[in-house]
């Protein structure tokens, strides 16, 4: 899988998200041909512009309508595909729907979609987008300074602290458990990767879940301020390069954490205050009731020795974020 004059067919599953249409540009413009997945949309009144319209689409880009609801819709999509990363998974960070069926729905189309790698005969790796909540909300994990991939989330533990978004991040532990499980049991080349929150510019129609919570100080969203207490940040190109570098690695294997920096909402707010001082921002008085977020620091270690390196900080996640925020009539 290193990089040669002609580039293969890839999948990307979840075209029209915040990951998954960054993928498809990169991808394009680091020469692939790509399909990609959408939600079914039977009367076409799905703006997608913004992926038909990339550098290279009319070529290079084909759009499949798939469902996690029906796995095996994603079969003509994957069909004579190199590779697949499958980025698709239903945030419902507001708990909309019931936990047993979040996890049904994950559970079984990444199975289903595994499956038609494994029959396709030509995906040689599945990349899959899994989540740093799958490490962190467990009893050791919650005691230490610095977590790595050894660590697993324990679902019993995060129902006992009852936070919001527990249905969403025990699903994400469930389906990458079954991922990997899957993968060793067929022979599938299979490696996850485990980024923090995203920020950073978007190209889809709709500002981003993640970007919204890493942009509540200037949005004045207090119902995120909790999730600011301590939180991890990555930006949204260098999750992507990073998913593309353990598609090329030859040497990739199992799972990766992708998290540049671990800060908390008063370092957040200082730095916001000094780089943006157009905006108002409350004052620590609207937090300081808040109870801070337990949260270690993340080890990059594993994903930096494939040769990956970070190239953006908050000043790039969030100069990126605002400017597209403005450009969308959201600030």
Known sequence: ?????????????????????????RLLEHGYSVNTTIRDDPERKRDISYLTNLPGASERLQVFEADLDRPDSFAAAIEGCV??????????????????????RAVSGIQGILQACV????VKRVVYTSSI?????????????????????????????????????????????????????????????????????FICTRCPDSVRICMALIFADKKYYQRLTRIGLVHIDDVVRAHIRLFECPNAKGRYICSAT??????LHEFLSDRYPEFELAGPDSWKDLTPAILPD????????????????LEEMFDGAIKCCKEKGLL
């Not at 590779?83 to 049904?104: N, R």
């Open 83 to 104: 590779g697949v990363f499958h980025v698709a998974h239903p945030m419902d960070l507001a708990g909309k729907e019931a936990e047993e069926v979040k996890i049904k």
């Open 298 to 313: 993340f080890s990059s270690k594993k994903l930096l020795e494939t040769g990956f390196q970070y190239e953006n900080g």
């Open 1 to 25: 899988m290193e990089e040669s004059n002609k580039k293969g067919k890839v999948c990307v599953t979840g075209g029209t998200g915040f990951l998954g249409s960054w993928m498809v540009k």
């Open 262 to 267: 671990e800060i908390t909402i008063d370092v």
């Open 119 to 122: 029959d396709s005969e030509t």
């Open 133 to 201: 909540t799958t490490v962190f909300y467990n009893e050791k994990a919650a005691g230490s300074e610095l977590v790595d991939e050894s660590s697993w989330t324990d679902a019993d533990f995060c129902h006992r602290l009852g936070e919001n978004g527990t249905p969403y991040v025990v699903a994400k532990t469930l389906t990458e458990r079954t991922a990997l499980d899957f993968a060793e049991k067929h022979g599938l080349d299979l490696v996850t990767m485990l980024p923090s929150w995203i920020n950073g510019p």
